[in-house]
């Protein structure tokens, strides 16, 4: 089984900034991306930025120059820096990730539980 754990959100004041965090753990034989989407209440989720094996970095337009994603040496664990917050931010911040669980598996899509990001203004 695959496990994807948040954690980091929270309640924060406009223009803070906050640093979620993304751990897989389970059977994994290898992960091609990882990243966030976020869901505001009554809208669609949507993508908040990816992270290949590779490195490749795929950042939405509303938090490109504002939210940085990363990850560990290991590339089980993804990060988003969140910076300069706005209450638009405000949603359930849900960890995706891309992967195999064994060699000749093929690739899933795995989401976390999600976590509340709330700014206030």
């Known amino acids: 089984q695959v496990r994807l754990v948040e954690s980091g959100g929270g309640l924060v ?3 803070g900034s906050l640093r979620l965090s993304c751990v897989a753990s389970g059977t994994i034989f ?15 989720r949507d993508l908040v930025a990816l992270i290949t094996s590779g490195g490749s970095r795929n950042t ?14 290991a590339k089980t664990t993804v990060y988003l820096q969140m910076n300069s917050l ?8 849900y960890c995706v990730a891309d ?3 064994g060699r000749w598996d093929t ?3 795995y989401w ?6 709330t700014v206030s203004s």
């Open 112 to 117: 976390g539980q999600g976590t509340q990001v």
């Open 60 to 73: 939405a337009d509303a938090v490109k120059g504002r939210f940085t994603i990363s990850r560990d040496n």
């Open 30 to 44: 290898s992960i091609n991306a990882m990243g966030w989407y976020r869901q505001a209440p009554g809208k669609q």
């Open 107 to 109: 690739t899933n899509t």
């Open 99 to 101: 992967l195999k669980m």
């Open 13 to 15: 004041q406009a223009g």
């Open 86 to 93: 706005k209450p638009e931010d405000t949603a359930v911040y």
